[in-house]
């Protein structure tokens, strides 16, 4: 597999000359959050996290996210976190785009270079630390484990976009390709998170309108994205939230690939208010 790039904030804060508009905009079907916002005056700094600073970019909150949050942690030379998770019935996705990270996963150490994945199952014993000496950047996503009765929680493994080959989608010649990192036949997983690429060209041909909710990072390249009725033109570093049936399709723009990690939930049968119970928000 040729070398890969994963954009990563700018940070710091634009000139004072620089004009406000931009491409940031919020609606009930969609987010668009573009790589020019994650500056340093909106990062957020987590409890037991050392040298360590966050872009928090989707969270369960009204009109926006439902189902997890997602944020892209900046550590320090040395720094880390012993006490990461808060919540024992949380799993994650760690996924590094720079630098390197060391994780401790159930007493076992693993160094994440860009590319490197882990999946961390709820109630997991895990730390990380920053094991180079340049900064290492890395999503964080986070979702409330729904367990199923007779079906065992999944393991944690650690894994690389290096290691895992993309799977061309079906009649699309290669132009369109999903990396996947986990099985989708496999019922214990009830979130995926995997990197979709897009050759110069290739496009989603027709609006997905579907029950995932999304959270979109784009690791590289540029596109034109339908979310709802708008064309939307994204790049590298922009991140997108899409509820759940929000129609959405694209064409990658070129010169070069066009690739983002891809959030969705899966495998689970809708829950349902109980008869007489007040309707969900």
């Known amino acids: 597999m040729s070398a890969r790039s994963y954009f990563t904030p700018v940070a710091g804060l634009p000139p004072q000359q620089t004009l406000l508009t931009d491409r940031a905009v919020i609606t009930e079907a969609y987010t668009v959050i573009p790589r020019g916002v994650l500056r340093d005056i909106v990062t957020s700094y987590f409890p037991h996290w050392q040298s360590a600073r966050a872009w928090v970019l989707s969270r369960p909150v009204a009109g926006f996210a439902t189902t997890f949050s997602q944020s892209i942690v900046e550590l320090e030379p040395g720094g880390g976190s012993e006490r990461p998770e808060p919540d024992a019935h949380v799993e994650c996705v ?40 340049e900064p290492a950047c890395f999503h964080w996503i986070r ?62 041909p027709f609006a997905e309108t579907h029950v995932m909710e999304h959270g979109l990072y784009v690791l590289e390249g540029k596109a034109v994205y339908r979310l709802n009725q708008d ?32 959030y969705k939930d899966v495998n689970r049968i809708p829950t349902l208010p109980v008869p007489g119970a007040p309707a969900p928000a």
């Open 94 to 133: 760690l996924f590094v785009m720079a630098g390197e990270l060391r994780l401790t996963l159930d007493n076992a150490k693993h160094t994440l270079a860009p590319g490197g994945y882990a999946y961390v199952a709820p109630a997991a014993r895990w730390s990380v630390a920053n094991a180079g000496r």
């Open 143 to 204: 979702k409330a484990y729904q367990p199923l009765d007779g079906i065992d929680a999944p393991e944690c493994f650690v894994t690389s976009d290096h290691d895992v080959e993309p799977v061309p989608m079906p009649d699309t010649d290669g132009a369109w390709a999903t990396t996947r990192f986990v099985d989708s036949g496999d019922l214990r997983h009830d979130m995926h998170v995997n990197i979709v690429t897009f050759q110069p060209g290739g496009s989603i």
């Open 231 to 262: 064309w939307v033109e994204v790049e590298a570093g922009d991140y997108m939230w899409l509820r759940a049936f929000c129609p959405q399709a694209c064409y990658a723009g070129g010169p070069g690939l066009f690739r983002y990690l891809l």
